[in-house]
Each structure stands twice: as structure tokens, then as C-alpha cells.
Nanobody, 124 residues
Framework: VQLMESGGDSVQAGESLRLSCAHSKYTYSGYCLGWFRQAPGKKPEGIATIDEDGRTFYTDSVKGRFSISQDVAKNILYLQMNSLNPDDTAMYYC???????????????????RGQGTQVNVSS
């Protein structure tokens, strides 16, 4: 399974970015796709997950600002990030797995497959 993130950039606080993750048609039964991030010196943090039925889950720190979606036909996962702030600065990764559980019950940090990451820098 291959995943490749893109869309990371350096932006000002309050601006928006959309990350993309192209994957090799990961659509196995019970699959979940998700995003997690890791800031320097911090543990990785799962931030958003979507399952095969389109159900989503967000961690509290991004709820209301970030939106996860997927284009099943194009095999692309997205993360729309609005109202960015300096605390969102991190390397962002997409991941995939088939846990057979809903998005509320899984953490993308633990997914078996992940990309190489794309860097997001937010300055104040």
C-alpha cells in the first residue's frame, strides 16, 4: 500500500491549507483512512479519521476547523485546514488500515500504512 501526501506549506495564522494524500486504492472492507501529525519534540497526534461509509471523527484540537474527506474514484484523501494557528505547525501524515472499527474507535497513529509526510508551518 502506497500513500503520498502533498499540499504542505508555510502560511500565516488564520489562513487555510488543503492537504492531499494519494493512495493505491486502499478500499478493503472495514477500511479507515486518517491523518495524524507530529510536531518537533512532541508525540504524534491522531487528528482526523474517515471510514468506508464516510463517517468521520476529529480530535478536539481541530474540531470545527479541519475537515477530512475522500474522493473514492480518484483514490485521494483530503484534509481541509481552516483558521490555522502556530500550534498546528507539524509534519502531517496520512495513514490507512482495515481495523473493522468505526472512526471513533481507531487512532491513525497506529495505522499499518502511512506516507512520508508533508510539512505545515504556521507563523503568527
Amino acid at each position: 500500500v502506497q500513500l503520498m501526501e502533498s499540499g504542505g506549506d508555510s502560511v500565516q495564522a488564520g489562513e487555510s491549507l488543503r492537504l492531499s494524500c494519494a493512495h493505491s486504492k486502499y478500499t478493503y472492507s472495514g477500511y479507515c483512512l486518517g491523518w495524524f501529525r507530529q510536531a518537533p519534540g512532541k508525540k504524534p497526534e491522531g487528528i482526523a479519521t474517515i471510514d468506508e461509509d464516510g463517517r468521520t471523527f476529529y480530535t478536539d484540537s481541530v474540531k470545527g476547523r479541519f475537515s477530512i474527506s475522500q474522493d473514492v474514484a480518484k483514490n485521494i484523501l483530503y484534509l481541509q485546514m481552516n483558521s490555522l494557528n502556530p500550534d498546528d505547525t507539524a509534519m502531517y501524515y496520512c495513514g490507512a488500515d482495515s481495523p473493522g472499527l468505526g472512526p471513533r474507535s481507531v487512532n491513525p497513529v497506529a495505522f499499518r500504512y502511512r506516507g512520508q509526510g508533508t510539512q505545515v508551518n504556521v507563523s503568527s
